[in-house]
């Protein structure tokens, strides 16, 4: 059966939180912005996003950058030398999509389990243990929430034992936060205190937070000034960027940060409409990211997909049984019930085709 299918406009966007646009407050904030040479000698509303990110999560100072993953990229070249070993969850953004890093630093990557987005106690200890000689790692990299793992966020205390771990064996730790603040609404508590147990962090603000680009990267002084020239040897050093900045310091405000708690309903409720649907097994949603297994209804997760996309929704594959779907500030509680109807109608009709 073929649908007809629906202009982009029209259609439920669930393929991640980085679609969205920026908030009209970001407009005009980019308008009255001061700008400078941030290559040259600075630009004062970067330098000012910077100041106001590293002040919200109690850390020295902070790096604009181009993206999150740059902001992760240097706080491992920064904290980490050749032949040195960098451990990171198997299933972490930094192990499953920026591994060519281990390229840049020439360290190695080093996996450690991370089930639920919490990695695993007792293989972080043998892995940090004296016992290991030289094969230890001499940074450990953490996620929250946990992008792979359907948005899961550990608990607090979880994050603070990996950080007495690495801590007590001299390991230094990196926390890809680049849905920091979307742990944070979850666990409610305030975003400083999960970073508390890091050295260096890294903040996505185009995810949920709406921004059109950019990443801080925070830490003690002396290791951002290391990213900052690193930076720039990468090519990451813009000119005018605080008018991307200025819409950084709007994301980071309190009425964008605020809304997130929006998206974890949005997507509760996501999970609600799917839970009741034949074949489909669907994750309990602690933040923003609905993950939907449908190997039980006999179709791939690409098949599902296109079959998805003609009815209007946009969602993507997630390995061959998987969709992620990911909800934000475009996509409200009526168009999250669209977006089950039209998995209903999938399962269906894949159901009359068995
Ligand atoms: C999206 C993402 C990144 C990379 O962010 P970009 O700004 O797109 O480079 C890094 N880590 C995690 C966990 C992410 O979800």
Redesign the pocket.
């Known amino acids: 059966m073929s649908v007809q299918a629906l202009p982009a406009t029209d259609a439920v966007d669930l393929r991640s939180d980085?679609v969205t646009l920026p908030t009209d407050a970001m407009y005009a904030q980019m308008r009255a912005a001061p700008l400078g040479d941030d290559g040259l000698d600075g630009d004062p509303t970067a330098r000012q996003l910077e100041a106001h990110a590293a002040d919200l999560l109690g850390k020295e100072a902070g790096l604009y950058t181009p993206?999150?993953?740059?902001a992760?990229l240097l706080a491992l070249l920064a904290q980490s030398g050749r032949l040195d070993c960098i451990a990171a969850g198997v299933n972490?953004?930094?192990y499953t999509?920026?591994a060519g890093a281990s390229a840049f630093t020439e360290a190695f990557l080093m996996q450690l389990p991370d089930p639920l987005g919490a990695l695993d106690l007792q293989a972080l200890a043998d892995a940090v243990s004296p016992a290991r000689g030289s094969a230890r790692p001499t940074l450990l990299c953490v996620?929250t929430s946990h992008?792979n793992e359907g948005g899961a966020v550990a608990p607090l205390a979880h994050m603070q034992q990996v950080h007495a771990l690495a801590q007590q064996r001299g390991v230094k730790v990196h926390l890809?936060g680049?849905?920091l603040f979307n742990a944070a609404a979850a666990l409610e508590v305030e975003a400083r205190s999960l970073c508390a147990a890091a050295d260096t962090v890294?903040v996505?603000l185009?995810?949920g937070l709406s921004a059109p680009m950019g990443?801080v990267l925070l830490g003690p002084e002396a290791t951002i000034r290391r990213a900052r020239v690193l930076r720039k040897a990468l090519g990451g050093a813009q000119r005018q960027v605080g008018i991307a900045a200025a819409a950084g310091l709007e994301a980071l405000s309190p009425a964008q940060i605020g809304r997130l708690a929006e998206d974890h309903a949005t997507a509760r409720r996501l999970a609600q409409g799917l839970a009741g649907i034949d074949g489909l097994a669907v994750n309990a949603p602690q933040t923003n990211i609905v993950m939907v297994d449908v190997q039980a209804t006999g179709g791939t997760g690409e098949a599902w997909e296109t079959r998805l996309r003609e009815r209007g929704v946009q969602v993507r594959a997630w390995g061959p049984h998987r969709l992620r779907c990911v909800t934000h500030r475009h996509v409200d509680a009526h168009q999250v019930d669209r977006a089950a109807a039209a998995f209903r109608a999938v399962a269906d009709c894949l159901a009359e085709t068995a």
């Open positions: 980085t993206s999150a993953t740059m992760n972490s953004h930094i999509s920026e996620e992008n890809d680049a849905r890294a996505c185009s995810k990443a």
